[in-house]
């Protein structure tokens, strides 16, 4: 009896062996089926509520530069040896370019003899008017010394009348020769009018910087055909320079002239700048219902260039407040929303870990995490490595 009842104990006992065998196979071949991820959990970081506005940086001050005349490019401003280019800097006054000038000198030296010949005709027509006027100033006192022998019954009627006579003819010549002077004045006032275009023609043939800046952009070489009017350089005044950004009118009302923001430039990310808020926007943009703010950013070591790119800091009306945040490895692109990001997360316990694809909405990088402003709470589990083999509802595991 007691044989039997070991021989039971001992079947039941491999029996259970067995059983047990069979439970550990199969959970073996579900933990095979789980896919290994890399995980994180979802902390809370303090995020500053400051506004950054991206914008580029501009001249304060920009000039278009062309000839007035037509002609071929002669030469350029020569700037360390060699023709200018852009990015130079340039002093005020400085001849940037000049036009072959040969074409020009014919007109001025014409316009000069005509000038000069105008000259001498008024030399010569105020010299006739003073020997008329001599002529004329005679008769005048014969005519006075024949009225006075004629009322005396001392000079004779037709010695009277051709004083007289004599005393008219001198008086119309003064006339003509007054009027003849006049005529050459006025040929000397025109040819000498002719002779300033003239020479104005003959000194736009040099293209003159306007101010003290740097050359933003060139369009003419030795040799170009340059047209009347028509833009050859570009000069920006980048002592201060600015940058100009749109605010909804949420923000609008917090900016005032003269406030001094911060401004971040991508390439010296280990500077800052100040820029003090000069231009405010009376009226919102029909298209996009932003009021345009312009910042006006001191520029004296010349360190910011014109198309540098950069932030404008709007510092905001709270103090820091506290954000979920994941790391940027967790992030992948919304099947529902083109704008929107997803991750997945962590949904179950120990024996079974799904992995759920939720869309979520983001806020700010702040180093190498991401703001989680809608979608995720503090202490889940967001997938960062792996993610790429999975589907929303995969079992996953968990490995380090």
């Not at 196979?25 to 400051?50: K, L, R, Y």
């Not at 402003?373 to 589907?391: D, I, W, Y």
Request: hydrophobic share 45%.
């Amino acid at each position: 009896m007691k044989t039997h009842t070991h021989f039971f104990a001992v079947l039941l006992a491999g029996g259970l062996l067995v059983l047990s065998a069979c439970r550990d196979g199969e959970s073996n071949v579900q933990a095979a089926a789980a896919i290994p991820v890399q995980a994180a959990v979802v902390e809370e970081i303090a995020v500053d509520t400051t506004t950054h506005y991206s914008a580029t940086i501009e001249p304060d001050t920009s000039v278009e530069m062309a000839f007035k005349v037509d002609g071929y490019v002669e030469s350029l401003l020569k700037v360390g040896g060699r023709d200018v280019q852009a990015g130079d800097f340039v002093a005020k006054g400085a001849v940037l370019a000049r036009v072959r000038q040969s074409d020009y000198r014919a007109g001025l030296d014409a316009s000069r003899a005509q000038a000069l010949q105008a000259a001498e005709g008024l030399q010569v027509a105020m010299w006739q008017l003073s020997q008329v006027e001599a002529i004329h100033k005679k008769a005048s006192l014969d005519a006075e010394r024949a009225t006075a022998l004629y009322q005396e019954k001392a000079l004779t009627k037709p010695d009277y009348d051709a004083a007289r006579a004599q005393l008219d003819s001198t008086r119309a010549q003064v006339e003509a020769a007054r009027k003849n002077v006049e005529v050459q004045r006025n040929l000397l006032e025109s040819a000498k009018a002719q002779e300033r275009s003239s020479t104005i023609t003959f000194e736009d043939t040099a293209l003159i910087a306007p101010l003290s800046a740097v050359v933003l952009e060139k369009r003419v070489e030795p040799g170009t055909l340059a047209g009347r009017g028509t833009p050859v350089f570009r000069l920006g005044d980048v002592g201060t320079v600015r940058m100009a950004f749109g605010v909804p009118d949420t923000f609008v009302t917090r900016m005032a002239l003269g406030a001094v923001l911060a401004v971040h430039v991508d390439a010296f990310p280990d500077n800052s700048f100040r820029g003090r808020i000069r231009e405010i926007a009376a009226a919102a943009d029909p298209a996009t219902r932003l009021y345009r703010v312009e910042v006006a950013i001191p520029n004296v070591k010349q360190q910011l260039k014109a198309g540098m790119m950069g932030k404008v800091s709007v510092p905001g009306t709270q103090s820091a407040v506290l954000l979920p945040a994941v790391p940027a490895t967790a992030l992948l692109r919304s099947p529902s929303d083109p704008n929107a990001a997803s991750v997945f997360v962590s949904d179950g316990g120990s024996e079974k870990t799904l992995a759920r694809l939720r869309t979520v909405r983001l806020g700010e990088f702040a180093g190498s995490r991401v703001t989680v402003l809608a979608g995720l709470k503090k202490g889940e589990r967001v997938v960062t490595g792996g993610k790429q083999n999975l589907v929303d509802g995969a079992a996953i595991r968990i490995v380090e």
